[in-house]
């Protein structure tokens, strides 16, 4: 069976960095598109970032320049590094994969609520 497991997150204050991990467990090959989304109770779930298997990321306005996400394709692993991090950046994170076409941040809008795989989230709160 398909899973996907988050680790990483926790509580840091406004400025500070953190990485997150996903580890894929019981694929045949990691789907093609992986992404991370993120969710709070203001806000829709929305897509932070993605990767996909040409080596092509993407990256949400509000992360640009200080995220980068990275795949690891062989060990089945999925990071996101994110600094100067703000309290909006709260939410809790979701690690998702999709085996569909494209991986872009329209897709993941699109694709929102309709990933093929998700984890089951870990919480990130940027406070003092």
């Known amino acids: 069976q398909e899973r996907l497991v988050e680790s990483g997150g926790g509580s840091v204050q406004p400025g500070g960095s953190l990485k997150l991990t996903c580890a894929g467990s019981?694929?045949?090959?990691?789907?093609?598109?992986l992404a991370w989304f993120r969710q709070t109770s203001e806000k829709e779930r929305e897509g932070v970032a993605s990767?996909?298997?040409?080596?092509?990321?993407y990256y949400g306005d509000s992360v640009k320049g200080r995220s980068s996400i990275s795949r690891d394709n062989a060990n089945k692993f999925l990071y996101l590094e994110m600094s100067s991090l703000k309290p909006e950046d709260t939410g809790t994170y979701y690690c998702?994969?999709?085996?569909?076409?494209?991986?872009?941040?329209?897709?993941?809008?699109?694709?929102?609520?309709?990933?093929?795989?998700w984890g089951n989230g870990i919480l990130v709160t940027v406070s003092s």
């Open positions: 998702a994969a999709d085996n569909r076409l494209g991986c872009s941040l329209a897709l993941l809008a699109a694709r929102r609520n309709d990933m093929d795989y």
């Open positions: 019981g694929f045949t090959a990691f789907p093609r598109c």
């Open positions: 990767a996909y298997f040409d080596g092509y990321t």
